[in-house]
C-alpha cells in the first residue's frame, strides 16, 4: 500500500466545493444526485415503517384494537405502494447505483447528468402526489390495484395511481442513463470482463426498468381512465375483463421483484469480495446468471394467477418456468460462499448483514419454489404465507443489502466512520426481530389466515402477538442506526480513504470523492478484487 495515498484525502471533495442549498437542488453531480435520493428513500421507508407498525399493532388482538376496518385496509394500501414504489425499487440503483456506478468505470459522471437529476425530481413529484392521495382519502385496493373494484372504489385512488405512473418515468430514465453509461462511458482498460459485478447488476436492472416499467404505466392509466371517463376496459359490467388487469400488472410486478433484487444481489458480491479479502469465484457465471433471471423474470407473471382461472396447462409452465429462478439464484448463493471458502474473513457489520442476507433469500427462494408448485399455492395463495414469502425476499434480502450497501459505502459517501459496536447491536437486533416478526407469517398462512384481513380467530393470537414483538424489535433496530449514523455524520471519527483495504475499484477515488471523482483515468490494468497485488493508488 501507498502511505502517502493513504494519508491524504482530497481537499475538495463533492461535499464541501459548494455547499448552498441551491448548489444541491441544481446540481448535476451524479453523486449528490445519489444522496438525495438516498434522503428520498430513507423518508419513504420510515413511512412505510410507521405504517407497518400500525398494521401490526391493530393484529395484536383477534378483535378490533386500534383502528377501524376501512383505515386498516388504507394502511396496507399505502404500506405497500410506498414500501415498492417510493423505497425498494429506487433504493438501490437509484441512491447508491448514482454514486457508485460512474465512479466504478472510472467516468466523472453519467452519460446524461441533466436528465438524471430531472429524473430525481420526476421521482419526487410522484412521491408528493402519491402522499397528497394518502393525505386526501388514502386508497383501501392494496398497492395491486386490482380491478373491477379499483375502478369504483370510493378511495382517492386516482391522484395515488397517477402518483406511481409519474415515478415510473424516473425509473425508465435512470435505466436509460445507466445503459449509456456503461456503454460509453468507461474508462480506458476497463474491458466488459472487467466490468465489477455491481454494474452487471444495476445494467440487468436498468434493462428491466426500461422494458417492463411501460407497461406499469398503460394499465395505471387504464384504470385511471376507467375511474375518470368511464371507459369500459377491465369492468366487466361495462364489457370489459378485469383478469386482462392481472395479466399486465404482473407482468411488469413480477420483474419488478428482480428490479429490487438483482442490485441487492450485485451489493452482496461487492462486500462478500471485500470482507473475504478475494476475487470472486466464478466472475462469468454471476454476471450470466444476472441476466438468466432477468430473462426468465419475464416469462413468470402467471404464477400469481394461478386461482384466475387460467387453464391448468398454463398454470404448470408457469411454476416450471418461476422455477428456474432458483437455479440461478443457487448459482449465485454457491459463488458467495465458495468465496468466502478459503478467503480471510474479515467479520465486520456489512458482512454480517450479507450472512443475513443469504441465509433469508434461502428461505425466501425455497418458499418461492413451494409457492410455485400449482397444487400448494392453491391452498396458501391469498394467505400470510405468502406475505410471508415475499417479506422474506423483500425485507429478509433486500433491506439487508440495503444495509450492508448503507454500511459499506458511508465512509466513501460521507468520509466519516460509525460506531462499530452499536452497529454490531442494530444488525443482530434487525435480523432477530425479522425472524420473529415473519417466521410465525408462515405457519399463520398454513393454518388459512388471510392475507389483508383484519380480523381472525382466537387460537391465531399467539403467532400475532410473536411477529408484532419481532416488528417492535426491527423498529428498536432501525432507530439505533438511525441514531449513529446522524451522529457519525457530525461527530464520527474522520474515515481514511479506504477504511475496509477493499480492491474494489470505486476505492481509486477520495472518501468523499472529489467533485469530478478523478483528475486523471485511473488504471485498471489489474482485476477488481485482486488482493494480491497491493492496493492501486488513489488519483484525485
Ligand atoms: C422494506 C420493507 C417492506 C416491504 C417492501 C414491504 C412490502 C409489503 C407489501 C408489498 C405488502 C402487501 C400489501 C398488500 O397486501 O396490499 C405488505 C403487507 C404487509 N406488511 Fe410489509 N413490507 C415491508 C416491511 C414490513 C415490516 C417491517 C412489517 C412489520 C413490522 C410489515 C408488515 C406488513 C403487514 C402486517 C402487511 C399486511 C398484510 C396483510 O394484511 O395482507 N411490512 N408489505
Ligand atoms: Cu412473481
Not at 480506458?188 to 470482463?193: A, S
Request: glycine residues 8%.
Amino acid at each position: 500500500m501507498n502511505p502517502s495515498a493513504e494519508s491524504s484525502q482530497p481537499a475538495i471533495t463533492y461535499l464541501n466545493h459548494e455547499t448552498s442549498v441551491m448548489s444541491w437542488l441544481l446540481t448535476r453531480d451524479h453523486k449528490r444526485i445519489g444522496v438525495m435520493f438516498l434522503v428520498g428513500v430513507i423518508f419513504s421507508l420510515l413511512l412505510g415503517g410507521i405504517f407497518a407498525m400500525v398494521l401490526r399493532l391493530e393484529l395484536l388482538t383477534p378483535g378490533p384494537t386500534l383502528i377501524s376496518p376501512m383505515t386498516y385496509n388504507r394502511m396496507f394500501t399505502l404500506h405497500g405502494v410506498i414500501m415498492v414504489w417510493l423505497f425498494m425499487i429506487p433504493a438501490i440503483p437509484s441512491a447508491f447505483g448514482n454514486f457508485v456506478l460512474p465512479i466504478m468505470l472510472g467516468a466523472k459522471d453519467v452519460a446524461f447528468p441533466r436528465l438524471n437529476l430531472a429524473s430525481f425530481y420526476i421521482y419526487l413529484a410522484g412521491a408528493l402526489l402519491t402522499v397528497f392521495g394518502m393525505l386526501w382519502s388514502g386508497a383501501d385496493t392494496g398497492w395491486t390495484f386490482y380491478t373491477p373494484y379499483s375502478t369504483v372504489s370510493p378511495s382517492a385512488l386516482t391522484p395515488i395511481l397517477l402518483g406511481v405512473f409519474i415515478i415510473g418515468f424516473s425509473t425508465i430514465i435512470t435505466g436509460l442513463n445507466f445503459i449509456t453509461t456503461v456503454h460509453t462511458m468507461r474508462a480506458p482498460g476497463m474491458h466488459w470482463t472487467r466490468i465489477p459485478l455491481f454494474v452487471w447488476a444495476i445494467y440487468g436492472t436498468s434493462v428491466i426498468q426500461v422494458v417492463a416499467t411501460p407497461v406499469l404505466g398503460m394499465v395505471l392509466l387504464l384504470v385511471s381512465m376507467e375511474r375518470l371517463l368511464g371507459a369500459g376496459i377491465f369492468d366487466p359490467s361495462r364489457g370489459g375483463d378485469p383478469v386482462l388487469f392481472q395479466h399486465m400488472f404482473w407482468f411488469y410486478s413480477h420483474p419488478a421483484v428482480y428490479i429490487m433484487v438483482l442490485p441487492a444481489m450485485g451489493v452482496i458480491t461487492e462486500v462478500v469480495c471485500a470482507f473475504s479479502r478475494k476475487n470472486i469465484f466464478g466472475y462469468r457465471m454471476i454476471a450470466a446468471s444476472t441476466f438468466g433471471i432477468a430473462f426468465v423474470g419475464f416469462f413468470s407473471w402467471g404464477h400469481h394467477m394461478f386461482v384466475s382461472g387460467q387453464s391448468t396447462f398454463t398454470s404448470g409452465i408457469f411454476g416450471v418456468l418461476s422455477m428456474l429462478v432458483a437455479i440461478f439464484t443457487a448459482i449465485k448463493i454457491f459463488n458467495w460462499v465458495a468465496t468466502m471458502y478459503g478467503g480471510s474473513i474479515d467479520l465486520r457489520v456489512p458482512l454480517l448483514y450479507v450472512l443475513g442476507f443469504i441465509f433469508l433469500l434461502m428461505f425466501g427462494g425455497m418458499t418461492g419454489v413451494a409457492v410455485a408448485t400449482t397444487s400448494l399455492d392453491v391452498h396458501w395463495h391469498d394467505t400470510y404465507f405468502v406475505v410471508a414469502h415475499f417479506h422474506y425476499i423483500m425485507v429478509g434480502a433486500v433491506l439487508m443489502a440495503f444495509l450492508a450497501a448503507l454500511h459499506y459505502w458511508w465512509p466513501k459517501m460521507f468520509g466519516r466512520v460509525y460506531p462499530e459496536r452499536w452497529s454490531f447491536l442494530a444488525a443482530m437486533t434487525i435480523i432477530f426481530g425479522f425472524i420473529v416478526t415473519f417466521l410465525p407469517q408462515f405457519l399463520l398462512g398454513n393454518l388459512g389466515m388471510p392475507r389483508r384481513y383484519y380480523q381472525y380467530p382466537q387460537e391465531m393470537q399467539w403467532l400475532h402477538v410473536l411477529s408484532t414483538a419481532g416488528a417492535s424489535l426491527l423498529a428498536f433496530g432501525f432507530g439505533l442506526i438511525a441514531v449513529y449514523l446522524l451522529w457519525s455524520l457530525r461527530y464520527g471519527p474522520v474515515s481514511a480513504p479506504n477504511p475496509w483495504g477493499s480492491r474494489g475499484y470505486e476505492w481509486f477515488s477520495g472518501s468523499p470523492p472529489a467533485p469530478h471523482n478523478f483528475t486523471r483515468a485511473p488504471s485498471f490494468e489489474r482485476e477488481v478484487h485482486d488482493y494480491t497485488v497491493p492496493e492501486a493508488p488513489r488519483v484525485y
